[in-house]
T-cell receptor, first 113, second 112 residues
Framework: DAGVTQSPTHLIKTRGQQVTLRCSPK?????VSWYQQALGQGPQFIFQ???????QRGNFPDRFSGHQFPNYSSELNVNALLLGDSALYLC????????????FGEGSRLTVL | SQKIEQNSEALNIQEGKTATLTCNYT??????LQWYRQDPGRGPVFLLL?????KEKRKERLKVTFDTTLKQSLFHITASQPADSATYLC???????????FGKGTSLLVTP
């Protein structure tokens, strides 16, 4: 049973560019949450998707957007990249509409130059 | 505003000793609290969940306590091993119920 998978694992972009990160949840899970983790910090909640809708959003600008597909996979898009967007982006899924423990992927490491 | 605070300094202990990590929170009304382990460059891994009506929960060498009056959880690792070295994260659901918010984490180093 595959766990949460994320792609790409590493990527380098320049300021002003756009990036799309992808996530496949664990089999049987219907809820996907995205987190940003800067070096030395805890994961910061970006948003959560359930039934293809953004259900809750954290304190992130509109440059951060997402999508959930009918097969529950999800994408995170970041536009107009800033140096401060450099971080580990984590996807997490859960089987209980987002309540309870989360299962995390290994993350996508984004570096903005 | 809602806050989750964990020991900001790294915790260094000797193998075989008990490690105790602290998580304090403000402006949360949690039905339960979670602990995760994170190794460098990897995603967090769930360890334990404790409910508000549970004072203590154990799993192998791990023990978690949850005091909703003090607004504090303690995470203990007994008979610690070098393989326990990692960052440990405390997490609570936001009052809206969906977002799981994390503390900054405490780095634990167990030396032989």
């Amino acid at each position: 049973d595959a766990g949460v998978t994320q792609s790409p694992t590493h990527l380098i972009k320049t300021r002003g560019q756009q990036v799309t990160l992808r996530c496949s949840p664990k089999s049987g899970h219907d809820t996907v949450s995205w987190y940003q983790q800067a070096l030395g910090q805890g994961p910061q909640f970006i948003f959560q998707y359930y039934e293809e809708e953004e259900r809750q959003r954290g304190n992130f600008p509109d440059r951060f957007s997402g999508h959930q597909f009918p097969n529950y996979s999800s994408e995170l898009n970041v536009n107009a990249l800033l140096l401060g967007d450099s971080a580990l982006y984590l996807c997490a899924s859960s089987p209980l509409q987002g309540v309870g423990e989360l299962f995390f992927g290994e993350g996508s490491r984004l570096t903005v130059l | 505003s809602q806050k989750i605070e964990q020991n900001s300094e790294a915790l260094n202990i000797q193998e075989g000793k008990t490690a105790t990590l602290t998580c304090n929170y403000t402006n949360y009304s949690p039905a339960y609290l979670q602990w995760y382990r994170q190794d460098p460059g990897r995603g967090p891994v769930f360890l334990l969940l404790i409910r508000e009506n549970e004072k203590e929960k154990r799993k192998e060498r791990l023990k978690v306590t949850f005091d909703t009056t003090l607004k504090q959880s303690l995470f203990h690792i007994t008979a610690s091993q070098p393989a326990d070295s990692a960052t440990y994260l405390c997490a609570l659901h936001s009052n809206s119920g969906y977002a799981l918010n994390f503390g900054k984490g405490t780095s634990l180093l167990v030396t032989p």
